[in-house]
């Protein structure tokens, strides 16, 4: 997993897997992957996937990188208090998870609790074979 900054103030997690490197040949088996280890872990509660090339695409006014055949992203929740209620501002989480034809990208905003990102990235890291 590599951190990066996106548009100078978002921290983002991300990998880029290539087809060679993964079991997976679709967005959609690996959201299938990530629905599994959310609906597995003790806290996390699925909430939705959202098709965001569909969405994108529909659109009159769209604009997507060539090349992108599919982009989705799979929300849920970590949340397991509410100590303040700007928490709510940070979750839910997503992980966004995009086919460029030879690799996947998949990549999550940091979360404030350093465990949910630990989860996170192993979950992604488990995409790729013999991990």
Do not use: Q
Request: glycine content about 4%.
């Amino acid at each position: 997993m590599k951190k990066m900054h996106f548009k100078d103030k978002y921290l983002i997690y991300t990998t880029k897997i290539f087809k060679d490197e993964t079991d997976f040949k679709s967005v959609n088996e690996i959201m299938n992957y990530l629905k599994e280890k959310i609906y597995s872990h003790k806290i996390a509660t699925y909430i939705a996937t959202f098709d965001h090339y569909s969405h994108t695409s529909s659109l009159v006014e769209s604009n997507i990188a060539e090349d992108i055949k599919d982009a989705k992203n799979i929300i849920f929740c970590f949340g397991k208090e509410i100590p303040t209620p700007i928490v709510l501002g940070v979750r839910p989480r997503s992980i966004g998870v995009v086919d460029l034809g030879d690799s996947f990208v998949v990549s999550f905003m940091e979360a404030p609790n350093p465990t949910a990102n630990e989860t996170m990235s192993e979950w992604i890291l488990g995409i790729k074979k013999d991990n």
